[in-house]
Structure formats: structure tokens, C-alpha cells
């Protein structure tokens, strides 16, 4: 448990340190910092090596098994195997190409990692506009330690969250190919194709409330509505759960979607002080009462909660702009304070109550000494 509170810490401070030796850029309006190079750079570095050096933790070794026997060792083979049609081709090409280089699964590991949680820093760093925060929350409400999970879907989800401006910029024809990339990886990003064409509306205009009553709709309706998207559902990634999906059980707790709600409720209740103040602001309300929605699903079965890996990272940003643009200097402040100490409760409850064991983190130095 010490590894996460440590992680947890210094990339934090690392961060605040950046901010505090950031340049004042003045843009659309307002004055943003401009972080530190040096010191975002060593907080997401902490964040990389731990995940990247990892041996444990959810699914790794499974991962660290299908390198060993499912991957291609050449690239011939990786080739042959993206144009075979098997599921998750790119995912098994992608696994190919470096095992072509080097064979051992660690390395597999550290650079997923590190494309993934960079991806994610980069767009933080550019958007967020507090960065430091947005770590913080990064790890706290779980999205870090999930990125050790549910390996495939979260480099999906860190590639389409790196290119969500495409869509304000309506360059459908570099994001729909990214998506379509992204769904070799893992088939269940062909849903922001959809979402290309609805996210960028008019935040709490007539497309938030559309998706919001069809989300509580299909929560109420969940013994009608179960089967329907169990069908819906059939021919995906999700599709061995489809006659488990009718029933309820084995969900997200009510907690976690108190958390989630958070920042729907705050920037809907800020919506007059928000609206206008950042470009991507339709896209990150949009997508962040999606994420609401399927975490409140979640609460019947536990599967709808790997949608969230998509959507949760978007949350992270609508709370710095809530913090940042809803209060004045002093409440600001006010605010900033109460969301370190809340969803730092929040994590300890998640590690130490939820999971039970406090997801140890496993053989960390043995995976230092592991030859790269």
C-alpha cells in the first residue's frame, strides 16, 4: 500500500511545483498557466515507472501470459495476423511488433504504460488547466489503478481521449479512422462513432437531457430493458455476459456514483458561469453524464462499469473547471481544499474498505531488477 501513497504524493507536489513555475498565458479571455515542463515531466515519469513496472496488479498477468504464448513473435506474422479477421487484431499486431524486438512481457507491459498514461497526462496538461488537481483526481477516483486492469480497453480509451478535440474541429476524417484503429484494440470504441455526432451538442441543452432521461429510463426499466441491451451487446467484447445482464447483482456500489454525480451536479448548478468559458466544454459535460449513466447501470451489473474507463477521464477535467470558474478567488480556494480531502477519503475507502485488501502492489522490486 505504501507504493500507491507515495505515487500518489510526490506526483502530486511534483505537479504543484510545475504550477508554481508556470508562465501566465493569456487565452480565450482568461489568464491559464502553462505548467513546467521539467516538473510535469518527472510527475508523469513517477507515474509511468509504476505502472510500467508492475508484475501484479488485476489482469497483468494474464497479459504477461498471452505475450508469452498467443502473441507473434515476427513481424510477418503480426502482419498475417492483422488481416486474419481475429478479434482485436491491432491489439495482437500491436503485441507482435514488440515481441518481434524483444520477447519479454515486462517490456510489453512498461510500454503500454507508457503510451497510455502519457496520452492521458498530454491532454490534461493542455486542458485541465489544473494540472496538479486533475493528477490528483487521476488516481484518487481510480482511473489510475484501472489503467492496470482493463489493459486493452484503457489504451483504447487514452488514444480517443488524446484526439476528443477532432471532434469540435469536425475532422471527421482523421477521428473516425482513429476510432475504427482503436477498435482493433478493442471492438467497443466503435461506439464513439455514435457519440462523434451527439457529444459536441449544447451542454444542458436538449441532446444532455436526451441522454440523461434515457439513462435513468433505462435504470428504472432495468428487468425491460436488460434483455434489450444484452442483445444490443450480443456480438461484442461484453457478449459472453448477455444472459447475466437481465438479472442484478455483483454491481458498482451507490458510493461511486455519488462521486461521479458530483461534477454533473456542480456544473450543472455553475452552467451560467461555464458555458462559454472553454472550447471542448459541450464535449466534456456530454461525455461525463454519459459516464454517469454507466456507472448508475452499473450498480445492476458490473460489466457496464468498463464503459467507464472511456468516460471517467473526462470527469477529471469538468471538476478543475468547475473548481477553477464557478467561485470566486476565496471559494475557489475553499473548493480546491475540499476536493483533496474528499476524494482523498474517497480513496482511502476505495483501497483499504472496497477492495478489501488495499490492491497491494506485487513484486515491485522484483520488477525493478527485471532486465529491459
Given at each position: 500500500?505504501?507504493?500507491?501513497w507515495?505515487t500518489?504524493?510526490?506526483?502530486?507536489?511534483?505537479?504543484l511545483?510545475a504550477?508554481?513555475?508556470?508562465k501566465?498565458?493569456?487565452?480565450?479571455?482568461?489568464?491559464?498557466?502553462?505548467?513546467?515542463k521539467?516538473?510535469?515531466?518527472?510527475s508523469?515519469?513517477?507515474?509511468?515507472?509504476?505502472?510500467?513496472?508492475r508484475?501484479?496488479i488485476g489482469?497483468?498477468?494474464?497479459?504477461?501470459?498471452?505475450?508469452?504464448?498467443?502473441?507473434?513473435?515476427?513481424?510477418?506474422?503480426?502482419?498475417?495476423?492483422?488481416?486474419?479477421?481475429?478479434?482485436?487484431?491491432?491489439?495482437?499486431?500491436?503485441q507482435?511488433i514488440?515481441?518481434s524486438?524483444?520477447n519479454?512481457?515486462?517490456?510489453?507491459?512498461?510500454?503500454?504504460?507508457?503510451i497510455?498514461?502519457?496520452?492521458?497526462?498530454?491532454?490534461?496538461?493542455?486542458?485541465?488547466?489544473?494540472?496538479?488537481?486533475?493528477?490528483?483526481?487521476?488516481?484518487?477516483?481510480g482511473c489510475?489503478l484501472?489503467?492496470?486492469?482493463?489493459?486493452?480497453?484503457y489504451l483504447a480509451?487514452a488514444?480517443l481521449?488524446?484526439c476528443?478535440?477532432l471532434?469540435?474541429?469536425?475532422?471527421?476524417?482523421?477521428?473516425?479512422?482513429?476510432?475504427?484503429?482503436c477498435?482493433?484494440i478493442h471492438k467497443?470504441?466503435?461506439?464513439?462513432?455514435?457519440?462523434?455526432?451527439?457529444?459536441?451538442q449544447?451542454?444542458?441543452g436538449?441532446?444532455?437531457k436526451w441522454?440523461l432521461?434515457?439513462?435513468?429510463?433505462?435504470?428504472?426499466?432495468?428487468p425491460?430493458?436488460?434483455?434489450?441491451?444484452?442483445?444490443?451487446?450480443?456480438e461484442?467484447?461484453y457478449g459472453?455476459?448477455?444472459?447475466?445482464?437481465?438479472?442484478?447483482?455483483?454491481?458498482a456500489n451507490?458510493i461511486?456514483?455519488?462521486v461521479?454525480?458530483?461534477?454533473?451536479?456542480?456544473s450543472y448548478?455553475g452552467?451560467?458561469?461555464l458555458?462559454?468559458?472553454?472550447?471542448y466544454?459541450?464535449?466534456?459535460v456530454?461525455?461525463?453524464?454519459?459516464n454517469?449513466?454507466?456507472?448508475?447501470?452499473?450498480?445492476?451489473f458490473?460489466i457496464?462499469a468498463r464503459f467507464?474507463?472511456?468516460?471517467?477521464?473526462y470527469?477529471i477535467?469538468?471538476?478543475?473547471?468547475?473548481?477553477?470558474?464557478m467561485?470566486d478567488e476565496r471559494n475557489?480556494?475553499?473548493?480546491y481544499?475540499m476536493?483533496?480531502?474528499?476524494?482523498?477519503v474517497?480513496y482511502y475507502?476505495?483501497?483499504h474498505i472496497?477492495?478489501?485488501?488495499?490492491?497491494?502492489?506485487?513484486?515491485?522490486?522484483?520488477?525493478?531488477?527485471?532486465?529491459?
Amino acid at each position: 500500500m505504501t507504493v500507491w501513497w507515495i505515487t500518489l504524493a510526490s506526483s502530486y507536489l511534483l505537479c504543484l511545483v510545475a504550477g508554481m513555475n508556470a508562465k501566465t498565458v493569456y487565452s480565450n479571455g482568461y489568464y491559464t498557466k502553462k505548467y513546467n515542463k521539467f516538473f510535469s515531466f518527472m510527475s508523469v515519469a513517477i507515474l509511468v515507472l509504476v505502472a510500467g513496472l508492475r508484475s501484479g496488479i488485476g489482469d497483468t498477468p494474464t497479459y504477461i501470459q498471452g505475450y508469452k504464448t498467443d502473441a507473434p513473435s515476427t513481424i510477418a506474422g503480426s502482419i498475417k495476423l492483422l488481416f486474419s479477421g481475429k478479434k482485436d487484431a491491432g491489439f495482437y499486431f500491436y503485441q507482435g511488433i514488440l515481441k518481434s524486438i524483444v520477447n519479454n512481457p515486462n517490456v510489453f507491459i512498461f510500454v503500454t504504460s507508457l503510451i497510455t498514461i502519457v496520452l492521458i497526462f498530454i491532454t490534461y496538461y493542455k486542458y485541465s488547466q489544473l494540472l496538479e488537481l486533475s493528477v490528483f483526481l487521476f488516481i484518487t477516483t481510480g482511473c489510475y489503478l484501472v489503467t492496470m486492469n482493463g489493459i486493452r480497453q484503457y489504451l483504447a480509451s487514452a488514444i480517443l481521449f488524446f484526439c476528443f478535440p477532432l471532434i469540435h474541429e469536425r475532422k471527421w476524417y482523421i477521428y473516425i479512422p482513429v476510432v475504427l484503429i482503436c477498435s482493433t484494440i478493442h471492438k467497443s470504441a466503435l461506439v464513439f462513432i455514435i457519440l462523434y455526432f451527439i457529444v459536441d451538442q449544447p451542454a444542458w441543452g436538449h441532446t444532455t437531457k436526451w441522454i440523461l432521461f434515457i439513462g435513468i429510463a433505462l435504470f428504472v426499466t432495468y428487468p425491460v430493458s436488460g434483455p434489450m441491451i444484452a442483445k444490443l451487446l450480443g456480438e461484442t467484447q461484453y457478449g459472453e455476459y448477455k444472459n447475466v445482464l437481465v438479472s442484478t447483482g455483483a454491481g458498482a456500489n451507490m458510493i461511486r456514483v455519488l462521486v461521479m454525480a458530483v461534477p454533473i451536479v456542480l456544473s450543472y448548478l455553475g452552467r451560467d458561469f461555464l458555458k462559454g468559458r472553454e472550447r471542448y466544454y459541450n464535449i466534456i459535460v456530454n461525455f461525463s453524464v454519459i459516464n454517469l449513466i454507466f456507472i448508475l447501470l452499473a450498480t445492476k451489473f458490473w460489466i457496464y462499469a468498463r464503459f467507464n474507463m472511456y468516460f471517467s477521464v473526462y470527469m477529471i477535467i469538468l471538476i478543475t473547471w468547475c473548481v477553477r470558474y464557478m467561485f470566486d478567488e476565496r471559494n475557489t480556494k475553499i473548493m480546491y481544499l475540499m476536493c483533496l480531502g474528499l476524494y482523498f477519503v474517497y480513496y482511502y475507502y476505495e483501497m483499504h474498505i472496497s477492495l478489501g485488501f488495499g490492491a497491494g502492489y506485487h513484486h515491485f522490486i522484483q520488477a525493478v531488477g527485471i532486465g529491459l
